[in-house]
């Protein structure tokens, strides 16, 4: 029987790739990250990580390290009507960050570079999985290699969740979003989201100079393939009075764009095999979730199979033996896919979205109850059970009677 190259290897680099290669390795196993780019890495993100994901930020000792100038803390959300009507609130589990995708990537690869039991190979591009063997083989430009258990990190556009045969086509509706930095400092210290028709702006602070704008939009199908900084000027003017709070703030970096976005998979494993992160299913960033659910897959995949190789009970890990996985999965993302399902139709209707956010108004525990069944720390019927049902069918036959 063969040694397998490594006993895991990670073919992504993101926050998930490299939260999964830092928890693996501190349990003593042989872990490699494969990385297509060179680090840090950038890309279009909303850079705001929710309370629980700092919370597991905290568990890989990463949090303490990161330059306080260089993040920002997040209080809660506002949100604000076409009509300017606004509510905000405070999340109930404390506070959530927001930090350049650079920053975050260079301080997970800084912590990464200092594990023994963990490689990391970047400029790596991996061309093909080959499962027909004793063990998994990943075939890269530069060498091939084997592991009992691969697992894909490789975001939106998964190459290895192609390879795999486990991603399945997603429905018509297409969202993307577009990204860039400004300097200036903060006005906030909670996450302002602005609604038009099919179109949302989300102002994140980065830190004590720098603040992000994302915008997502799924009705200008037309303005796709404009080029990135006229799309953002673009719908920087759907908005007069952001237009005109940056009007003399400084563009830093890149106009990134990303999308379509709802990746969806058959499941998140197979033999030798297992998905983190965006490339494990992803359906939208309205609710701001992307990051730290990266961060818990990857917490997940790790607690559900560290032990199988400390006791060195397998030579390969077949899907059974990742059921636990997929279960865990499963069950703390269903919050995250319930809320964003009802988030995305309540966009549909402005009428419904001005309702929600008077009636939010008038009762901001709802909104901050709302916001925790989002990061799974609540259950949607734990407050209030039954006005909470007849909340949400008023609000369901309001969306229907203005169709």
């Given at each position: 029987?063969?040694?397998?190259?490594f006993?895991?290897?990670?073919?992504?680099?993101?926050?998930?790739?490299?939260?999964?290669?830092?928890r693996?390795?501190?349990?003593?196993?042989r872990?490699?990250?494969?990385e297509?780019?060179?680090?840090?890495?950038?890309?279009?993100?909303?850079?705001?990580?929710?309370?629980?994901?700092?919370?597991l930020?905290?568990?890989?000792?990463l949090f303490?390290?990161i330059e306080?100038?260089?993040?920002?803390?997040i209080?809660?959300?506002?949100?604000?009507?076409?009509?300017?009507?606004?509510v905000?609130?405070?999340?109930?589990?404390?506070?959530?960050?927001?930090?350049?995708?650079?920053?975050?990537?260079?301080e997970?690869?800084?912590?990464?570079?200092?594990?023994?039991?963990?490689?990391?190979?970047?400029n790596?591009?991996?061309?093909?999985?080959?499962?027909?063997?004793q063990?998994?083989?990943?075939?890269?430009?530069?060498?091939?290699?084997?592991?009992?258990l691969?697992?894909?990190?490789?975001g939106?556009?998964?190459?290895?969740?192609?390879?795999?045969?486990?991603?399945?086509?997603?429905?018509?509706?297409?969202?993307?979003?577009?990204?860039?930095?400004?300097?200036?400092?903060?006005?906030?210290?909670?996450?302002?989201?602005?609604?038009?028709?099919?179109?949302?702006?989300?102002i994140?602070?980065?830190?004590?100079?720098?603040?992000?704008?994302?915008f997502?939009?799924?009705?200008?199908?037309?303005?796709?393939?404009?080029?990135?900084?006229?799309?953002?000027?673009?719908?920087?003017?759907?908005?007069?009075?952001?237009?005109e709070?940056?009007?003399?703030?400084?563009w830093?970096?890149?106009?990134?764009?990303?999308?379509?976005?709802?990746?969806?998979?058959?499941s998140?494993?197979?033999?030798?095999?297992?998905?983190i992160?965006?490339?494990?299913?992803?359906l939208?960033?309205?609710?701001?979730?992307?990051?730290?659910?990266?961060?818990?897959?990857?917490?997940?995949?790790?607690?559900?199979?560290a032990?199988?190789?400390?006791?060195?009970?397998?030579?390969?890990?077949?899907?059974?033996?990742?059921k636990?996985?997929?279960?865990?999965?499963k069950?703390?993302?269903?919050?995250?896919c319930?809320?964003?399902?009802?988030?995305?139709?309540?966009?549909?209707?402005?009428?419904?979205?001005?309702?929600?956010?008077?009636?939010?108004?008038?009762?901001?525990?709802?909104?901050a109850?709302?916001?925790?069944?989002?990061?799974?720390?609540k259950?949607?019927l734990s407050?209030?059970?039954?006005?909470?049902?007849?909340?949400?069918?008023?609000?369901?036959?309001?969306?229907?009677?203005?169709?």
């Open positions: 029987m063969t040694t397998p190259d006993d895991v290897i990670i073919v992504g680099g993101g926050p998930a790739g490299l939260s999964a290669g830092i693996f390795a501190k349990k003593n196993i872990t490699l990250i494969l297509k780019k060179s680090y840090p890495i950038d890309k279009a993100c909303g850079e705001g990580i929710m309370p629980t994901g700092v919370l930020l905290q568990e890989l000792g303490k390290k306080k100038s260089k993040c920002y803390p209080y809660g959300i506002s949100y604000v009507s076409p009509q300017n009507n606004r905000k609130t405070n999340f109930n589990e404390g506070f959530g960050l927001g930090i350049r995708r650079t920053e975050l990537s260079k997970l690869y800084t912590c990464a570079q200092k594990i023994n039991m963990l490689e990391i190979c970047e790596t591009k991996v061309i093909d999985v080959n499962f027909h063997n063990y998994p083989l990943v075939i890269t430009d530069k060498q091939t290699i084997s592991a009992p691969i697992v894909g990190a490789d939106l556009r998964s190459l290895t969740s192609r390879i795999s045969h486990l991603k399945i086509k997603s429905p018509s509706s297409k969202r993307f979003g577009i990204n860039q930095h400004f300097e200036i400092r903060p006005w906030s210290q909670h996450v302002e989201v602005y609604y038009r028709p099919g179109l949302e702006a989300y994140t602070p980065c830190s004590n100079y720098e603040t992000g704008i994302t997502l939009w799924d009705k200008f199908q037309d303005k796709i393939n404009t080029e990135n900084q006229q799309l953002f000027n673009f719908f920087l003017k759907q908005f007069p009075k952001l237009h709070r940056l009007a003399h703030a400084k830093i970096g890149p106009t990134q764009s990303i999308g379509p976005f709802n990746h969806r998979v058959s998140p494993i197979r033999d030798g095999f297992a998905l992160g965006d490339a494990a299913g992803y939208d960033p309205i609710t701001g979730e992307g990051i730290s659910l990266g961060l818990l897959s990857a917490s997940l995949l790790v607690h559900t199979t032990h199988l190789f400390k006791k060195k009970a397998v030579d390969l890990f077949t899907k059974q033996l990742l636990p996985y997929e279960r865990f999965l069950k703390s993302t269903r919050s995250y319930l809320t964003t399902h009802f988030a995305l139709w309540i966009a549909k209707y402005p009428h419904l979205t001005e309702k929600i956010i008077y009636d939010f108004q008038k009762h901001p525990d709802y909104f109850h709302f916001l925790s069944v989002n990061m799974g720390t259950s949607l407050k209030k059970p039954f006005k909470s049902i007849e909340y949400a069918l008023r609000l369901i036959y309001c969306g229907l009677k203005g169709k």
